[in-house]
C-alpha cells in the first residue's frame, strides 16, 4: 500500500508536523510505503488562472507540481496535515490545492464526470492545529480539503483537529494526541484493505 504525506507548516518541527510525523510512523508499523513532501521546500507557484489546461487537463506551471500531482494520483491513500491561519490552512497548502484546479478542470470539464456523484474510493485523513478554540474553527479547511481530496478521486476519511495550540512545542504536552495521530495512521492502511476488498 503507498501513501503521500503532505506536510503543510512552514515550521519543520511544529505542532502540525509532530502530529504528521507520528500517523506516519503508524502506517509504516502497519505495513504502508510513504512519500512524504515538506511544501515549504517544494517550489510551488500561485495557480495564475489562465485555464491552459482545458485544454489537455495539465498545468501550464512547470515545477514541483507535477511530482506532487503524480505521487497523489499513485497513492491509496493521502494524510494532509496544515496548521490553522485565519480559519483557514497554511499558504504553502492553499497555493497546493489551487494548483489541482487543472485536474478539476480535467475531471469535471474535460472527462465531464458528474458532480457531487464522485466514485473515491481511496480515504484521506486531515491533520489540522489551530491556537484558537472557536467552534469553527476547522469548518473551512475540513471544506476546502473535502473538495481538494476529490480532484484525486479521494474521500475525506477522517480529521483530527485540535484546538489551543500554538507554540511550536506544545503538542508535547499531549501525547495522547500524538498517540491518536499514530493509530489514525494505522487505521487508515486498515481503511483502504477493507475498501480494496469490496
Known amino acids: 500500500m503507498k501513501i ?3 506536510y ?3 515550521r519543520r518541527q511544529g505542532n502540525t508536523a509532530r502530529l504528521l510525523k507520528s500517523a506516519v510512523a503508524g502506517a509504516r508499523s502497519a505495513g504502508a510505503e510513504v512519500t512524504e513532501f515538506v511544501l515549504r521546500d517544494l517550489k510551488i507557484a500561485p495557480c495564475l488562472e489562465i485555464y491552459a489546461c482545458r485544454k ?3 498545468c501550464a506551471i512547470k515545477d514541483d507540481f507535477q511530482a506532487l500531482a ?3 494520483a499513485a497513492a491509496d491513500a ?3 496535515a496544515s496548521p490553522i491561519f485565519f480559519y483557514a490552512v497554511s499558504a504553502h497548502t492553499k497555493i497546493m490545492m489551487d494548483r489541482f484546479q ?3 478542470v480535467k475531471k469535471y470539464w474535460l472527462e ?3 458532480l457531487g456523484r464522485s466514485n473515491s474510493s481511496r480515504p484521506g485523513l486531515f491533520l489540522a492545529v489551530g491556537a484558537s478554540r472557536g467552534p469553527r474553527l476547522f469548518t473551512g479547511a475540513e471544506m476546502s480539503v473535502k473538495y481538494f481530496f476529490d480532484t484525486f478521486d479521494t474521500f475525506l476519511w477522517r480529521s483530527l483537529t485540535y484546538r489551543g495550540l500554538d507554540g511550536a512545542d506544545e503538542i508535547l504536552a499531549h501525547p495522547e494526541y500524538l498517540e491518536e495521530a499514530r493509530q489514525a495512521g494505522i487505521a487508515l492502511v486498515e481503511e483502504n484493505l477493507k475498501l ?3
Open 4 to 6: 503521500t504525506a503532505i
Open 8 to 10: 503543510g507548516s512552514p
Open 56 to 58: 489537455g487537463g495539465g
Open 70 to 72: 503524480a505521487a497523489l
Open 78 to 80: 493521502t494524510i494532509l
Open 102 to 104: 487543472s485536474l478539476w
Open 112 to 114: 465531464q464526470q458528474p
Open 196 to 198: 480494496s476488498k469490496q
